[in-house]
């Protein structure tokens, strides 16, 4: 059984920084697609970032690019989400999720694709 477990999560002044963290555990991630997503206060949970466990591709959502990079750890199974500039609009709770196989954007930006939750870190910019 997967288990993922964030961490990280805060209040910050926008234009600050915060780096989340997703351990993984229970299985061999070689092909899995690992994704962060986030869902604000009455809006539909949103993706944010996507890395290939092996090989490390990556692919950011427009709201976020050029401010947030997503990493993996493969010794520490982590995978890392740094996340700078912070504007008030990246309010919310941030989850990571893990997928058993890679695939297209228009696959990997869905929530409904994903296996595998985390339970969730709140990320609070204030203006």
């Known amino acids: 059984q997967v288990q993922l477990v964030e961490s990280g999560g805060g209040l910050v002044q926008a234009g600050g920084s915060l780096r989340l963290s997703c351990a993984a555990s229970?299985?061999?991630?070689?092909?899995?697609?690992m994704g962060w997503f986030r869902q604000a206060p009455g809006k539909e949970r949103e993706f944010v970032a996507v890395i290939r466990w092996g090989g490390g591709s990556t692919y950011y959502a427009d709201s976020v690019k050029g401010r947030f990079t997503i990493s993996r750890d493969n010794a520490k199974n982590t995978v890392y989400l740094q996340m700078n500039s912070l504007k008030p609009e990246d309010t919310a709770v941030y989850y990571c999720?893990?997928?058993?196989?890679?695939?297209?954007?228009?696959?990997?930006?869905?929530?409904?694709?994903?296996?595998?939750w985390g339970q969730g870190t709140q990320v609070t910019v204030s203006s």
């Open positions: 229970g299985r061999t991630f070689s092909n899995y697609a």
């Open positions: 999720a893990a997928r058993t196989a890679w695939g297209s954007v228009q696959v990997l930006v869905g929530p409904q694709r994903y296996d595998y």
